[in-house]
């Protein structure tokens, strides 16, 4: 997604999973999954063709490192008693009611869905482009 966000706001033409992958250094048939559940869930389009490729479905300022992250990898939180979406009582824990660490797990998700529900994919990339420059700083 951030190479797609450079790709958007440098004005590239749509990316090749190919391209995507060597830009990322991961493996092509790893990435072609990763894409299908973005497009399933809205976050990228296709294009065939010459011209064609992926290209982001929304503005990278309105697309959150949080919603990214809830959908390839399930909920932010912790443990299981904890999350929003996916709630059910811990393996380990024989009565929720009773849990003393319930209540930082959720202080945890609560700190972490903040962080990640507030940096959009247009910040990565000014990040990762700021950084690039102090690299090259003398």
């Known amino acids: ?12 033409p ?3 999973a190919a391209e995507i992958a060597r830009r990322c250094r ?9 894409l299908t559940q973005l497009r399933g869930g809205g976050y990228i389009v296709s294009t065939r063709g010459r011209l064609g490729g ?8 309105g697309i959150f490192i949080g919603e990214i992250s809830r959908l390839i990898d399930g909920p932010l939180a912790p443990a299981p008693c904890a999350s929003v979406s996916q709630h059910r ?3 380990w824990c024989v009565s929720e009611a009773e849990c003393d660490l319930k209540t930082v797990w959720v202080q945890v998700r609560d700190a972490i869905a903040q962080v990640m529900d507030s940096v959009s994919l247009a910040d990565l990339v000014r990040n990762s482009a700021r950084l690039a420059s102090d690299r090259y700083a003398i």
């Not at 992926?54 to 300022?61: S, V, W």
């Open 1 to 12: 997604m951030i190479e797609l966000a450079k790709a958007e706001l440098s004005a590239e």
């Open 26 to 34: 991961a493996s092509l048939k790893f990435l072609e999954q990763v």
């Open 89 to 91: 009582p811990c393996d």
């Open 54 to 61: 992926y290209r982001l479905a929304r503005d990278p300022e």
């Open 14 to 16: 749509g990316l090749s």
